[in-house]
């Protein structure tokens, strides 16, 4: 039953001609580790960020968009819809060579998009799977460029465990296999300290190229940034320009290349159909600044999963507002996908909603979220429910609407408060599990074999190679 109302929705939409012209084009620009105060729209002192602040006066600051506290359940919940520990229950992040990754069972945003005619790309670091079975190109993507995980997984003598200027390790180790850079599932070089220095150079370039060769259909393009992941590799043009060391220099030259996508986008003439997502895979480690959050990446605390994102539309986003209803990673796919004109399959559960009301600042227009869940790896560890944020570690309750900072515990003046966030975090038993995994936690993808794309030994994967 289930199929049938399914397609006979997706008939319904084909009636309205939702392949038409009246459909956007989606850029979804993901950074890496940024703080939430790292960029001038959000309170930067240190770092210009003149594109990013251009794109804040002309689109929508979303001030409480949350992600996870690292890298791999962040970008799961963004292509599946769904809470991390729904579709990629795992301890931490994923590494090279691991025989888990996302399962091909997963319907993805770019799947769904590309269902509707999208054309789609992946650019950037992909963080969800590194075998054949688990790389962008079998989620949805037409094409892929980019290092399918983040740029301090390889040895150390290539420099990922070091930045800029920084020594070499002395002594060469077994340690990780090296990065392999890959354009759909082909290995094109061995990536080095020096190649470092390119990644946004390289990225933008590949971006601007796509938006030129797409730009009389439709398409999805998810820009995925491995800068400003440690270690840190500004390009040349911008080493030691800014006042805030590599990292700094850093964020100027991901603010550039923000620029230049935006730049092609209204030289294009594309700006009144294409909706931007500029945002951050989690919060900033303690070389960023989070002010005025608490804590850093890989805790549930505001620091680590609270990050700054701006949303860009002209004629449809209001310009220079902002918004402080709760959104979230997971709810990318569902508002995609309607503003596609397509459905999202009811065969399974999705956690995610439709924000283009709050995107669009419709009068009225709340959270999809009565209640939100601060997961780090399996373990439930806060709810939130409308201001009032309770830690289940130790009781505390916080009021985030007068307390952003998390500083003042207010559990034993609200003591129904604490009793009813209790009782959100007890039902997720029946689902996801507070601990371990709940009976809602879908199977990962899994090899039997697996291999890194290159060896300890420097040799590329059979098949992988270029011919």
């Keep these: 039953m289930i199929r049938i109302l399914f397609l006979l929705a997706v008939l319904s939409c084909a009636t309205l001609n939702v392949f038409g012209a009246d459909r956007p084009n989606f850029v979804f620009i993901n950074i890496d580790d940024l703080g939430y105060a790292d960029i001038g729209p959000y309170g930067s002192k240190l770092n210009r960020t003149p594109n990013i602040d251009r794109m804040a006066a002309e689109g929508r ?137 390119t990644l946004v150079k390289r990225y933008t370039e590949e971006a601007l190229k796509f938006l030129e060769a797409t730009r009389d259909r439709t398409f999805f393009l998810y820009l995925a940034h491995n800068a400003v992941h440690f270690p840190y590799y500004p390009g040349k043009d911008f080493q030691k320009k800014s006042q805030n060391g590599n990292y700094g220099d850093w964020v100027e030259e991901m603010d550039w290349s923000v620029g230049q996508v935006l730049d092609a986008i209204r030289k294009l003439g594309l700006s009144e159909k294409t909706l931007i997502i500029f945002t951050s895979d989690n919060g900033g480690t303690k070389r960023a600044v989070n002010a005025p959050l608490r804590d850093f990446k890989t805790t549930t605390w505001e620091g680590g999963m609270r990050v700054p994102t701006i949303a860009w539309w002209p004629g449809k986003i209001p310009a220079g507002t902002s918004t402080d209803e709760i959104t979230a990673m997971m709810d990318i796919l569902p508002t995609f996908v309607k503003l596609a004109g397509g459905v999202v399959p009811p065969d399974r559960k999705i956690d995610g909603g439709d924000i283009w009301p709050i995107l669009t600042g419709q009068p009225g227009a709340k959270s999809p979220h009565e209640s939100f869940l601060f997961y780090r790896g399996l373990k439930l560890e806060a709810v939130r429910s409308g201001p009032w944020k309770l830690r289940l570690v130790n009781g505390q309750l916080f009021n985030l609407e007068t307390d952003i900072g998390e500083s003042k515990d207010v559990a034993a003046e609200n003591p129904d408060v604490v009793k009813r966030l209790q009782a959100i975090a007890a039902a997720t038993d029946d689902d996801l599990g507070a601990d371990e995994y709940g009976p809602g936690v879908r199977p990962l993808g899994r090899v039997a074999v697996p291999q890194p794309l290159i060896g300890l030994d420097g040799k590329v994967r059979d098949g992988f190679g270029l011919p």
């Design 61 to 197: 600051k979303v001030t409480c968009h949350y992600a996870a506290p690292v890298c791999s359940p962040s970008r799961a919940s963004l292509m599946t819809g769904c809470y991390p520990k729904r579709t990629l229950a795992i301890p931490h992040v994923l590494f090279p060579g691991d025989a888990i990754g996302l399962s091909t069972n997963e319907h993805t945003v770019a799947g769904l998009l590309k269902a509707q005619g999208y054309v789609t790309m992946c650019i950037g670091k992909w963080h969800l799977g590194d075998q054949p079975e688990f790389l962008p190109t079998r989620h949805g993507f037409d094409h892929y460029f980019g290092l399918p995980y983040s740029n301090d997984m390889g040895p150390g003598e290539d420099g990922t465990k070091s930045s800029l200027g920084e020594p070499l390790p002395a002594k060469k180790g077994p340690g990780q296999p090296p990065l392999p850079w890959l354009r759909d599932e082909k290995v094109l070089q061995r990536v080095v300290a020096e190649d470092q220095t």
